[in-house]
């Protein structure tokens, strides 16, 4: 268990679908991301968090939509994707935005999502 | 913004032998932290080893250590005495007072 749990861990949807990816994190952490991993690529920052307020938003389509009821779980709503949305989605957290720059972050499994 | 480049995509190794992994970084801050993190099979990224810019000494944890070249903004991470369970991707990260940069990952391959 690694302290960040990402659910589901694989996803196939259709372009017309609407669906959720979930994170959960129980480590007391403050700071909350999104990023995609796509092969051959650098992960990409998509969603920043901390205590609970978007701080960070890196031109991401609206097709995918953050929420971040508190400060232990964040969500990432899906509808409408493109087949090049396919990728495998990273969850991560850190005690704060900038005071633990030494820490690192902690990661989930992350979600494979395939779009058809 | 800050580029994090590894310029290798794939190395391999022998088995108890040493490999060296390669990250550059372009950035204009004088305080930063860079990392190395390692990503298996089972998809979690794992925190190998940290480095403090305004630390001169190497950082080493065990088997890991690391290269850091400020000047050349250079951070190589060297195996040593590899082991089968060393086979994953490795990503080099960059961060500052905004958030993480990861460079594109090398994939390792371990060979019996």
């Known amino acids: 268990e690694t302290g960040v749990t990402q659910t589901p861990r694989h996803l196939v949807m259709g372009m017309t679908n609407k669906k959720s990816l979930k994170c959960e994190q129980h480590l007391g952490h403050n700071a909350m991301y999104w990023y995609k991993q796509s092969a051959k690529k650098p992960l990409e920052l998509m969603f920043v968090?901390?205590?609970?307020?978007?701080?960070e938003n890196n031109s991401v389509p609206s097709r995918f939509s953050p929420e971040c009821p508190n400060s232990s779980h964040l969500f990432l709503h899906l509808h409408t994707l493109q087949p090049e949305d396919s990728a495998l989605y990273l969850c991560a957290s850190s005690e704060s935005l900038s005071r633990d720059r030494v820490n690192g972050y902690t990661f989930g499994s992350g979600t494979r999502l395939t779009v058809v | 913004a800050q580029t994090v480049t590894q310029s290798q995509p794939e190395m391999s190794v022998q088995e108890a032998e040493t490999v060296t992994l390669s990250c550059t970084y372009d950035t204009s801050e004088s305080d930063y932290y860079l990392f190395w993190y390692k990503q298996p099979p089972s998809r979690q990224m794992i925190l190998v080893i940290r480095?403090?810019?305004?630390?001169?000494q190497n950082a080493t944890e065990n088997r890991f250590s690391v290269n850091f070249q400020k000047a050349a903004k250079s951070f190589s991470l060297k195996i040593s005495d590899s082991q089968l369970g060393d086979a994953a991707m490795y990503f080099c990260a960059y961060r500052d007072n905004n958030d993480m940069r990861f460079g594109a990952g090398t994939r390792l391959t371990v060979k019996p």
């Open positions: 968090y901390s205590l609970e307020e978007r701080v």
């Open positions: 480095q403090e810019a305004y630390k001169q």
